[in-house]
């Protein structure tokens, strides 16, 4: 015990010694997460569109100013022929494009029907599709002003999130990503920089087990990454003002298996490598990637092929994700979130075992 | 001043191919990667677990529930006549959306008066319910009847007309990204570790005594790194065609010369960082850290830069991939040519050659 807890005391003071970890590990995480936290948005707004009006009309100058109303476009450019439209979407100075055909106040006077063209740019999937949609609504707004309504009308009701803030959810998973990110980098060296430095060997020939030096590894980093999560824990809370209805404890006690699995791998990958560029490869493409990427954080799982839907059991993350959604926005406890409790803690389990068998046969 | 880059190219090209593990990785894991990714990411939503709650139970309400059903985008995971069927059910993630259809939605209907019908959605992954909130929207829609009874003036319609990308598929968005994504990392990766080794093997000594320049010595480390990765980016490009239906509108010369001059700038990003570290350790982490997720999350790959707030916007362009990837979508999916993406070209030229001036100075100062 006492020897265990030297080591701790050695690994803890071997990190303190190099200046410039102090900055990754502390500083790094708060930065990125103030401003990744802000990037990871999908509230399109000003979205720039391009207005030709062939009619020029007192009716067709209403319409293009119920589009400026709305906070959803931004007008940057008026043309006045279509051909002057394309130029601008090529280039990506407009994402989308309406155009007022001349006649649309006589034809609406008269009561019949006008027909004005959208054209979006497609090549950004995301804003083009809610572009569109946002039009679409600005549309009927129109429409609905003029007594055009149609007869069934939805009401939405949004849970957990009714203003439908991205934010609300993106925060939490870039803290998570970053933590993630943090733990697995800081362990994937841990025993593999010892082995290429050459005091792997004097570790070895100290009265600590395996299993000792494992926990010995992994103790330290799960302490910083601790208070890397209370440190950024606040930015969260007030500074993204991201709602916390489930309880902090919940939170607390179902990241420990979480963190406890990404400590295990980074150790996994430092086990498989020979050399520090191996297990940075290792740790980044193998265990790092799928993680942000078959999460189900940005890309929802069940958008993919059965095979990959299969495999993203697998990941970590997705069960963390799963829990994060589930303490700060929905208020949920163990009693449903109990199947990702165990699925992590089953994780952790095989990870760890296999990180300590991998270490033994190293050893030996 | 030729003869000696070279000669440090050649070098680390020896080195590398001594390394077979890493050099094979470098050149194959950007396509791998792809591969996998490729497929597995997409905005397209599908499979929504939806639940229908029926008060009404006439066949107005059962023409709504059907094409909701028949739309292809809803599995009906519960229905019933109460509310109470969906307890929990939105807690634990069984159900993502509800269809509530009220009483007298039949009533309402035939008597001609506005009916409504309410749809309940899981808000906690807020893109997914404005996604699914769309798809409903647009469904109702598409059953009910135009009420045009105390109209003002004739109603106005829409005409929607997609470029470049007509099925709005996510993936022929997603894919550029995703392979400016790989390389990014790749490019940071390999070259991290090239100069902090050369310090922490202590042969940086041994390149001192030689007539060797700082830039020479950066040039040359780079170069063998620039030919595997540009191999690496071909077949990337390739299987982005082949496998990902990502056409190839404009001129493959130019997008030869932008992905070079990305993979420049994403390589010598790594360099820069080697010579900033003492140990390898802290090499890859500032490697990591620097390029995983800024060009995850900051290039406009996924989340569309114009959104950002203006601070996070002016922090966008120091990220090499946010150029890249306007030039990319502009070349593959649009067919622009230089007269559009000039400015993204010079702006990675730029990026490039302030790297390499950072990291000569770096060297000079060391050696």
């Known amino acids: 015990m006492r020897a265990l807890l030297n080591l701790l005391v050695k690994e803890l003071l071997q990190l303190k010694r190099d200046p410039k970890i102090v900055p990754i590990l502390f500083v790094a995480p708060v930065f990125q997460l103030f401003i990744l936290g802000y990037a990871a948005t999908t509230d399109i707004k000003r979205v720039e569109l391009a207005v030709c009006d062939l009619d020029r009309t007192a009716a067709s100058r209403q319409l293009v100013e119920a589009f400026t109303a709305s906070t959803y476009f931004r007008v940057v450019r008026t043309v006045d022929a279509q051909g002057e439209l394309d130029p601008l979407l090529l280039a990506g100075a407009a994402r989308l494009a309406v155009t007022i055909p001349a006649g649309f106040a006589a034809d609406r006077n008269a009561g019949r029907p006008s027909t004005i063209q959208l054209l979006a740019d497609g090549s950004d999937a995301t804003v083009g599709t809610v572009g569109l949609a946002y039009a679409a609504n600005v549309v009927q707004q129109v429409n609905a002003a003029a007594g055009v309504r149609p007869q069934v009308e939805i009401r939405p009701v949004v849970l957990y999130n009714p203003d439908l803030k991205s934010r609300n959810f993106m925060v939490p998973g870039i803290l998570a990503m970053i933590i993630m990110i943090m733990t697995m980098m800081l362990t994937s060296m841990a025993l593999v920089r010892e082995s290429e430095v050459g005091t792997l060997e004097q570790l070895l020939v100290t009265p600590l087990t395996p299993g000792q030096l494992i926990v010995g590894k992994l103790v330290p980093y799960a302490l910083v990454a601790l208070v890397e999560i209370l440190t950024a824990m606040p930015i969260v809370l007030f500074w993204f003002r991201v709602p916390m209805r489930g309880s902090y404890l919940t939170l607390f006690l179902l990241t420990l298996p979480f963190v406890a699995c990404t400590l295990g791998l980074g150790l996994l990958v430092s086990t498989l490598s020979r050399t520090q560029q191996q297990a940075m490869m290792l740790s980044a493409f193998v265990f790092m990637l799928p993680q942000i990427y078959l999460s189900g954080f940005i890309f929802p799982i069940q958008n993919m092929p059965q095979a990959f839907q299969l495999a993203t059991y697998l990941v970590p993350l997705r069960y963390y994700v799963v829990i994060l959604r589930g303490v700060f926005l929905k208020g949920v406890g163990f009693a449903e979130l109990w199947p990702q409790a165990v699925a992590l803690l089953v994780l952790a389990t095989v990870i760890l075992t296999a990180a300590r068998l991998r270490f033994r046969r190293r050893l030996g | ?367």
């Open chain 2, 1 to 367: 001043m030729i003869r000696r880059t070279l000669a440090i190219a050649v070098k680390e090209l020896l080195q590398l191919r001594r390394d077979l593990r890493t050099s094979l990785t470098l050149l194959g894991m950007p396509m791998l990667l792809l591969l996998i990714y490729g497929y597995a990411l997409s905005f397209d939503i599908v499979h929504i677990r939806l639940a229908v709650i029926d008060h009404d139970g006439g066949r107005a309400a059962r023409d709504v529930r059907a094409a909701f059903l028949e739309s292809g985008y809803f599995d009906l995971v519960a229905h019933g006549r109460d509310e109470r069927v969906l307890d929990g059910l939105f807690d634990t993630g069984d159900v993502q959306a509800a269809l509530v259809i009220p009483a007298d939605y039949g009533t309402t209907l035939a008597a001609g008066r506005e009916a409504q019908v309410q749809f309940v959605l899981d808000g906690a992954d807020a893109q997914t319910a404005t996604t699914i909130l769309g798809y409903a929207r647009q469904i109702v829609a598409s059953v009910s009847p135009v009420l045009r009874g105390a109209a003002t003036s004739g109603p106005v319609l829409v005409r929607p007309l997609v470029w470049y990308n007509p099925d709005l598929s996510s993936s022929r968005f997603l894919v550029p990204g995703l392979v400016a994504f790989i390389l990014m990392v790749t490019s940071v990766i390999a070259t991290a570790l090239a100069v902090v080794r050369e310090k922490e093997r202590g042969t940086m000594e041994s390149l001192r005594a030689t007539p060797l320049l700082a830039l020479e010595l950066l040039v040359g480390k780079t170069l063998p790194y620039l030919l595997v990765a540009s191999v690496s980016a071909a077949g990337s490009l390739f299987l982005a065609w082949a496998l990902f239906d990502v056409p190839v509108r404009g001129s493959l010369g130019w997008l030869a010369v932008v992905t070079l001059l990305f993979l420049g700038g994403g390589l010598g990003w790594g360099v820069l960082i080697s010579t900033l570290a003492d140990t390898q350790q802290v090499a890859f982490q500032m490697g990591l850290l620097s390029s995983m997720l800024p060009t995850l999350l900051l290039s406009g790959f996924i989340f569309p830069i114009s959104s950002m707030p203006a601070p996070v916007q002016v922090i966008t362009h120091i990220v090499p991939a946010r150029y890249f990837l306007v030039a990319l979508r502009g070349i593959v999916l649009k067919g622009a040519g230089p007269e559009v993406w000039w400015p993204q070209a010079l702006a990675l030229l730029a990026f490039g050659a302030v790297i390499l001036a950072a990291a000569t100075v770096r060297t000079v100062r060391s050696l």
